[in-house]
């Protein structure tokens, strides 16, 4: 468990771990999504895509991430364990 400090009071807190999915914008990326949306909730489901605005329909959390920008991955994966829609 991680420890916050908060108004000179330790709370315990679970940390929440959220799947990123890349290239959620894709055929394949965006299946994925809709399997998980189906076995987990859609708070612990993170979309990453170069265009985050094709996501707008999905009641998901959306990250605009683009591997040919390396810094834009690094801001998007904080928190989350990735995993990546290739075929």
Do not use: H, W
């Not at 000179?8 to 890349?22: N, Y």
């Not at 914008?25 to 489901?45: D, Y």
């Not at 990453?48 to 690094?74: G, H, Q």
Request: hydrophobic share 45%.
């Amino acid at each position: 468990r991680l420890l916050y400090y908060n108004s000179l009071i330790f709370k315990k807190r679970k940390p929440i771990m959220k799947i990123a999915i890349t290239g959620a914008s894709g055929e394949l990326g965006r299946l994925i999504v809709n399997r998980l949306l189906t076995k987990i909730p859609a708070e612990q489901i993170v979309a990453l895509a170069r265009t985050p605005e094709k996501l707008d329909d999905l009641n998901i959390e959306v990250r605009k991430a683009n591997y040919d920008f390396p810094e834009t991955l690094t801001a998007a994966l904080i928190r989350s364990c990735l995993f990546q829609a290739v075929r």
